[in-house]
């Protein structure tokens, strides 16, 4: 095993971070760092991990089959309750950088994680250990601002707050690697796969995609040379946030709410029907449109969604992706349309995003067992209802024309879907 620095603390060492921070951490070049895990609220994932020496395997789930990994990266696992470990590591001069998965609950007023970010700053500055640099991995636009404000917030001492506006940078970044729950039948497995770690009983399992792009924000503080291994470092994360939320959240909230409504079960699925893939190739050809990127970059990122998309081997459900779709849908749709309409007034909204409203104001009216969402817009709504949830600037005569058209159509494509389910047979 690599002997390496303990420079990274990271909260909330669930899968995903496992795949991702740790992945490409391991795959740097240059000086060897560490990572000293916590986790959220419950120590099963740090015991497992201490257990097999902080080891694990990575398997990579691609169509054509599966590959496996060891990642040797995570130095020190420790529950989030060990308050003493979090603030001796962070207090600690080797330590320069701390990265959270904490999802976006861990930024909202009365989460503890500001709380413990403060502690152990706190300790830092006590120790007089230096500057330091907090990077937000989870799924938030610009949220490393949105991390600085928690912590800020949740800071009480005046000479503390002005220690840390001097010596604790926040940078922004955008993280993308779809990694599925870990199954029983993959732990079993295991031991089929070349390169597996003997007796793993915490591995992860991923896509083969992965992406991060970083704000070049440290000022300074020694962190890896991720760039090394793939990381995007760049001035300004937000065209990136926006490719993101449009091309691939966007997508997938059509796929999920059309999908559905046509009987499919997974992206997978969905992607292979003619008519949800007609509808993300409008949508995101109004995307493009917007993007503030180079339209090759666009193309490709598009061509590596529809590989990603297809891949039946990574199961990724509808009825996960539909949930909170009254938070989702104005970043994800409703933002394309605005800049739509900014840049042309007279463009109108597109069809693709019509069909993603229409396909929700359906999912919320038909299918009200499946609505996970308590800011949605009830059974009994009509397309102003929908309209006011997520968009009221857009309940023109226009645009309710078109969603109200959309929704006929997905009508017409939902009832053939079963006739042709039914063998052709009226019921």
Same mark, same amino acid.
């Given at each position: ?45 740090? =015991?497992? *991990? !201490?257990?097999? #020496? ?8 691609? @169509?054509?089959? &599966?590959? %496996? ?68 991995? =989870?799924? *938030? !636009?610009?949220? #490393? ?8 917030? @949740?800071?009480? &001492?005046? %000479? ?268």
């Amino acid at each position: 095993m690599t002997d390496r620095r303990p420079g990274i603390v990271h909260v909330g060492v669930g899968a995903f971070a496992r795949a991702h921070l740790a992945w490409y951490t391991a795959h740097t070049d240059g000086e060897p760092w560490g990572i000293t895990a916590f986790t959220g609220r419950s120590p099963d994932v740090a =015991d497992a *991990l !201490t257990a097999q #020496g902080c080891r694990y395997t990575l398997v990579t789930r691609a @169509a054509s089959g &599966d590959s %496996a990994e060891v990642v040797d990266t995570i130095t020190a696992a420790h529950p989030g309750s060990d308050d003493t470990a979090w603030r001796h590591v962070v207090a600690s001069p080797e330590t320069t950088i701390v990265t959270l998965t904490v999802t976006e609950q861990g930024y909202r007023p009365g989460s503890d994680v500001p709380t413990r970010l403060v502690a152990g700053l706190d300790a830092r500055r006590t120790a007089g250990s230096g500057r330091i640099a907090l990077v937000s991995l =989870d799924n *938030l !636009t610009h949220n #490393g601002a949105v991390l600085r404000d928690a912590v800020l917030d @949740a800071v009480t &001492d005046d %000479a503390l707050r002005d220690w840390i506006e001097a010596n604790v940078t926040f940078p922004s970044s955008m993280v993308d690697r779809i990694t599925p729950a870990t199954t029983d039948d993959d732990v079993a497995h295991l031991p089929e796969l070349p390169g597996a770690l003997a007796g793993d009983r915490v591995p992860v399992v991923t896509e083969p995609f992965a992406e991060w792009v970083l704000e070049d924000a440290f000022d300074g503080i020694d962190r890896p040379a991720w760039q090394t291994a793939g990381v995007r470092i760049v001035d300004d994360v937000t065209p990136y946030e926006q490719r993101k939320l449009w091309l691939l959240n966007g997508s997938h909230s059509l796929l999920a709410y059309l999908g559905l409504q046509l009987g499919h079960d997974t992206v997978a699925e969905a992607m292979d029907d003619p008519v949800c893939r007609t509808a993300v190739e409008q949508l995101w050809d109004e995307a493009a449109l917007e993007l503030p990127l180079p339209e090759a970059e666009v193309t490709d990122a598009r061509a590596a969604l529809v590989e990603r998309f297809a891949n039946p081997r990574i199961r990724h459900t509808l009825r996960q992706i539909a949930s909170g779709g009254s938070q989702k849908l104005p970043v994800r749709i409703v933002d394309v349309v605005r800049h739509r309409l900014s840049r042309d007034p007279s463009a109108g909204i597109g069809a693709g995003a019509a069909t993603a409203l229409a396909a929700w104001w359906l999912h919320v009216t038909g299918r009200p067992d499946l609505v996970d969402d308590p800011g949605a817009p009830g059974p009994d709504s009509d397309v102003h209802d929908v309209l006011a949830v997520v968009a009221p600037e857009l309940d023109t005569t226009p645009v309710v024309a078109a969603v109200t058209a959309a929704a006929e159509g997905i009508r017409t494509a939902a009832a053939a879907a079963r006739q042709s389910s039914n063998g052709g047979v009226h019921a």
